[in-house]
């Protein structure tokens, strides 16, 4: 006796297994035919060109807005709230892995009036350190991005939680620095014309040049898997991070070395 099935039932005039579905029923097809027809996706892959482009509008904003900082002479009482929003926006951006243009764009420009009035303090006490400061990071960069190119040395994973990690330590020391500042000059030391200052300072501009290689390893690995466009601004804000990391780092280290004439 042949079985039998709600679903599927054997039927086949030529002797062959066939399989046949059962009759849709006319709810079934009114679904079907009301249910939206496939559109290809609309966002397409990610670019090196897509992260050059944000990456210059990213620091062209930061840049635009600390010249803006340093012209007008903003104080502190603009450029630290103007940073406390940049942190916010930072924070949000890293952890949230948000590519949204407007929260990068904002915090370019949050940190850029920071960074002008801090680039306004040291040059008017050490006259030519920010033009130096510049050129230190845009050797730095260039210095890291040959050895990238080159394929002198490449992230690997461990590399990779050894750089977070420690990135994690040095601001939780400098955090604990600061709040020994309150209580005792200097604090740690961590932050004064010393030799344990130069060398916490060496420390982080070498950490500013393992993030750079991050960067870099994230976004030839984005382009090759590829991400969608969007995600060029989530590449463009950590370049700019790891720059702005750079330069105030750079900075204060020239400064312990340059006569405040």
Known sequence: MESRNPIFSRRGSTG???????????????????????????????????????????LGALVVAAAVSWYMDFGAGIAIPAMLVGLVLGLIVSFK??????????????????????????????NGI????????????????????????????????YVIAAGFAFVGLALLNMVAGFFVDGGLGLRTDSPIGWLFSVVAIL???FFLLLDFDQIESGVR?????????????????????????????????????
């Not at 035919?33 to 892959?45: K, L, V």
């Not at 243009?101 to 050490?126: D, K, N, W």
Request: charged residues 10%; hydrophobic residues 45%.
């Open 16 to 58: 062959q297994q066939q399989w046949t579905t059962a009759t849709p029923s006319v709810q079934q097809l009114d679904a079907m035919y009301g249910a939206p027809s496939y559109a290809p996706p609309t966002s397409r892959p990610m670019t090196i060109d897509d992260v050059v482009v944000r990456g210059f509008m990213t």
């Open 97 to 126: 892995q948000s590519t949204n243009p407007a929260l990068i764009l904002g915090y370019a420009v949050c940190y850029g009036i920071a960074i002008g009035y801090i680039s306004h303090a040291y040059e008017t006490r050490f």
């Open 130 to 161: 920010v033009l130096q400061a510049v050129l230190g990071t845009m050797v730095a960069f260039g210095g890291t991005l040959a050895v990238y190119a080159l394929k002198i040395f490449r992230p690997t994973p461990k590399f990779t939680k």
């Open 207 to 209: 950490l500013g040049c």
């Open 225 to 261: 898997a590829g991400v969608p466009e969007r995600y060029s601004w989530l590449m463009a804000f950590g370049l700019t991070l790891s720059l702005v990391w750079l330069y105030l780092e750079i900075l204060r280290f020239i400064s312990y070395f340059t006569n405040n004439d």
